[in-house]
């Protein structure tokens, strides 16, 4: 399985808070460090997994550029195509958790990824068109994720899309249509649908619509689970039980496990089960990408929801 996965790489700053988080004062916590971003942690989860994956994306020349290229190189990723940006600084994301491990707040700074523009998509040629799927994320400027589009209709190769956040997701649609694939939250599909998905007949008449005349729509609920739908076909998937640590890269390693399934031609139902396994695997870790996700474990945790 060879997959090529374009996007955002940056360096994650997590703070656990020991107690429910006060605005504006100081919070004891525990604060973790580690490489982060949409694409480069679904690119590390597929490693995981055992995929041949290739990463593309931009890095600044600095030390957290070299802290993610060493973790890069640790995951197996081939990073060949990286670019390391003179002048830029790496990307950053910094989250405040509450005790439980829910997202109180989070900013970013992804400029260096968003420098990756539509002349830097030709370079990717070859590597996307020896690839069974290629993966970008609405961490790209638009312009940048239509070349890509147009890079792998061209080579026939299929595309999956994840949407990142509300603000960016918008990004995605004029490439939508095109998706063989598409992975979001509730409210990131809310915001291409154009309505709320408040309810079961919503979700379902929004996957309808997002799915256009083929795409598989994968989205996560929080704490109710998943849905999926492509046309007509629509089914919803209850939260798989886990001791969660950190719900940071959960729907990361979903998309992975969606990626995977998608891969390897298994039922949209199976791979449903297999992508909730995923992020069921990485909320009981303290890391975006759980050192636990291996194939083995994943399969074990999905025949145990099956059972």
């Known amino acids: ?66 802290f993610l290229r060493e973790s890069m190189a640790e995951s197996g990723l081939d990073d060949s195509a990286l670019i390391v940006r ?10 405040l958790l509450e005790p439980a491990g829910d997202l109180f707040i989070a900013v970013n700074d992804m400029a260096v990824v ?21 993966i970008v994320d609405a961490n790209l400027r638009p312009e940048t994720l239509e070349a890509l589009q147009g890079l792998a209709a061209s080579g026939r190769t299929p595309l999956m899309a994840d949407a990142v956040s509300v603000s960016k997701a918008e990004r995605l649609r004029a490439i939508l249509p ?3 694939v598409f992975k979001a939250n509730r409210a990131e599909a809310a915001a291409l649908a154009g309505f709320p998905l408040d309810t079961d007949e919503a979700l379902r008449e929004g996957c309808r619509r997002l799915s256009g005349s083929g795409t598989v729509v994968c989205l996560t609920l929080g704490d109710r689970g998943s849905c999926y739908g492509c ?33 390897r031609g298994r039922g949209l139902e199976e791979a449903a089960v297999f992508a909730s396994a995923c992020a069921a695997v990485t909320v009981e870790s303290g890391d975006g990408v759980s050192a636990e996700l291996t194939l083995e474990r994943v ?6 929801y099956r059972a």
């Open 231 to 263: 046309g007509d076909d629509f089914f919803k998937l209850p939260v798989l039980p886990a001791a969660v640590v950190n719900v940071n890269g959960a729907g990361d390693a979903f998309a992975a496990g969606a990626a995977y399934g998608f891969c």
């Open 299 to 304: 399969l074990e945790r999905a025949a145990r």
């Open 1 to 66: 399985m060879k997959i090529a996965v374009i996007g955002g790489a940056n360096v994650d700053i997590t703070g656990i808070s020991a107690a429910p988080l006060r605005e504006r004062d100081s919070n004891p916590a525990q604060v973790h460090l580690s490489g982060g971003g949409v694409a480069r942690n679904i690119a590390c989860n597929l490693a995981r997994l055992g995929a041949e994956v290739t990463f593309a994306g931009a890095v600044g020349d600095d030390g957290f550029g070299k």
């Open 178 to 180: 095109d998706l063989a």
């Open 86 to 95: 003179k002048g830029f600084s790496t990307g950053l994301y910094l989250a």
């Open 114 to 134: 968003e420098s990756i523009g539509p002349a830097d998509v030709e370079a990717l040629r070859d590597v996307i068109g020896a690839a069974d799927l290629a």
